[in-house]
């Protein structure tokens, strides 16, 4: 299960609009890996976008391991604009899920 929320930021840097999301995976199975590039900013053109570096961040999500039945929560930073975030667990797969950015 991976969940998504804005998590109340939008910020300038290098006048750049930075937007922050917090995502929450909740591990129901096998042992799982995970990183910040499942997910994916779209601006309102409908381009994406990966997720950026920001030095002022906090909380990031990096790449791990999540064992049965564990639970992680991290941060993934993106150039604004951006209206929604998509995620998609590999490259490989056809299956992708969108939440809408306030």
Not at 26 to 32: E, R
Not at 60 to 68: F, N, V, W
Request: hydrophobic share 30%; with cysteine; net charge negative.
């Amino acid at each position: 299960m991976h969940e998504g929320s804005a998590c109340g930021l939008t910020t300038r840097y290098s006048d750049e609009e930075v937007t922050c999301i917090t995502v929450t995976y909740v591990n129901n199975g096998q042992k799982k890996v995970f990183n910040p590039y499942e997910w994916a900013g779209e601006d309102p053109r409908g381009a994406q976008r990966s997720q950026t570096f920001y030095t002022e961040g906090t909380n990031e999500l990096h790449s791990r391991e999540l064992a049965p039945g564990g639970t992680v929560t991290g941060n993934v930073y993106f150039e604004s604009p951006i209206s929604k975030v998509a995620f998609q667990e590999s490259l490989w797969s056809d299956e992708e899920a969108t939440w809408i950015v306030p």
